[in-house]
């Protein structure tokens, strides 16, 4: 699976972007699709996901209420609308899919990230 994400930015705070995941190579099915970030010098942190199969979604408790999954199946797309973003939501942003778990500890498959910058 090849994952292509873009959508990444600079934004002020309480500013929004959304964030989108194409894969190529295979469908979704199968797999839970989602994002993990990277700020620097910090460790990968897992930020939403949705299995593809279910619609379920999940998030880390740092992002409920602000960012949103969606998904668009005829594209093989999903999307992250990240809304009211923080500084400390600054990172790269990556896309992944996961046979196994919800929250993407796996990975079995990943893209080059998209830099989210949050700054005034």
């Known amino acids: 699976v090849q994952l292509q994400a873009c959508g990444g930015g600079l934004v002020q705070p309480g500013g929004s972007l959304r964030l989108s995941c194409a894969a190529s190579?295979?469908?979704?099915?199968?797999?839970?699709v989602g994002w993990f970030r990277q700020a620097p010098g910090k460790a990968r942190e897992f930020v939403a996901s949705t299995r593809w199969s279910t619609g379920d979604t999940y998030y880390a408790d740092s992002v409920k209420g602000r960012f949103t999954v969606s998904r668009e199946d005829f594209k093989n797309t999903v999307h992250l609308q990240m809304n009211s973003l923080k500084p400390e939501d600054t990172a790269v942003y990556y896309c992944a899919v996961d046979r196994r778990s919800s929250y993407l500890e796996y990975r079995d498959y990943w893209g080059q990230g998209t830099l989210v910058t949050v700054s005034s």
């Open positions: 190579g295979r469908t979704f099915n199968g797999y839970v």
